[in-house]
T-cell receptor
Framework: RKEVEQDPGPFNVPEGATVAFNCTYS??????FFWYRQDCRKEPKLLMS???SGNEDGRFTAQLNRASQYISLLIRDSKLSDSATYLC?????????????FGAGTRLFVKA | ETGVTQSPTHLIKTRGQQVTLRCSSQ?????VSWYQQALGQGPQFIFQ???????GRGNFPPRFSGLQFPNYSSELNVNALELDDSALYLC??????????????FGPGTRLTVL
């Protein structure tokens, strides 16, 4: 089982749609969680941090469920510019020290 | 822009050669992490440096090594290059506040091709 798993998609949605991504992680001791966005052939850019209490930034809402070990990202009113790959990220401190694990990414295409 | 810079932007090497990639952290950041991203995959954690010491390492062989300098800039060195080392190499800087919660900011990456 991969340490961090995401549905690779692609998700093809029309403008204005609401779309949700989930990401599961295996290490229950993981400490921090993020969603990054990556455009084709570019570096990942921070979208938002993820907290158990939920985190909302405009059209984007992220949630952490520690009991079930998954994080989610909800995008409302999708825009063409939301087309990208969305990466979930899990940080933790293990025996060998700090470790960051990225999911393989979920591809989103928003069409007019 | 994140303020994290990397050089060079592109590089072509042959099998068996050695390569050094460079990263300049965002001002005020004391931690740098390096990642390898193959086409169609998420970034894979290579290692992290905090105040010039290795602070954590992923599943990469010893021929992947690094340095962090007093000004917090960093190098990634890869010896005995293999074809599978062809990838985008990303560095990310963060301000370590003592936990694993720190947000990382990425540079634009170096695209390495090994022939």
């Amino acid at each position: 089982r991969k340490e961090v798993e995401q549905d690779p998609g692609p998700f093809n949605v029309p403008e204005g749609a609401t779309v949700a991504f989930n990401c599961t992680y295996s290490n229950s001791a993981s400490q921090s969680f993020f969603w990054y966005r990556q455009d084709c052939r570019k570096e990942p850019k921070l979208l938002m941090s993820v907290y158990s209490s939920g985190n909302e930034d405009g059209r984007f809402t992220a949630q952490l469920n520690r009991a079930s070990q998954y994080i989610s990202l909800l995008i409302r009113d999708s825009k063409l510019s939301d087309s990208a790959t969305y990466l979930c990220v899990v940080n933790g401190v293990e025996t060998g020290g700090f470790k960051t694990i990225f999911g393989a990414g979920t591809r989103l295409f928003v069409k007019a | 822009e994140t303020g994290v810079t990397q050089s060079p932007t592109h590089l072509i090497k042959t099998r068996g050669q050695q390569v050094t990639l460079r990263c300049s952290s965002q001002s005020g950041h004391n931690t740098v992490s390096w990642y390898q991203q193959a086409l169609g995959q998420g970034p894979q954690f290579i290692f992290q440096y905090y105040r010039e010491e290795e602070n954590g390492r992923g599943n990469f062989p010893p021929r992947f090594s690094g340095l962090q300098f007093p000004n917090y800039s960093s190098e990634l060195n890869v010896n005995a290059l293999e074809l599978d080392d062809s990838a985008l190499y990303l560095c990310a800087s963060s301000l370590d506040t003592g936990g694993a919660t720190d947000t990382q900011y990425f540079g634009p990456g170096t695209r390495l091709t090994v022939l």
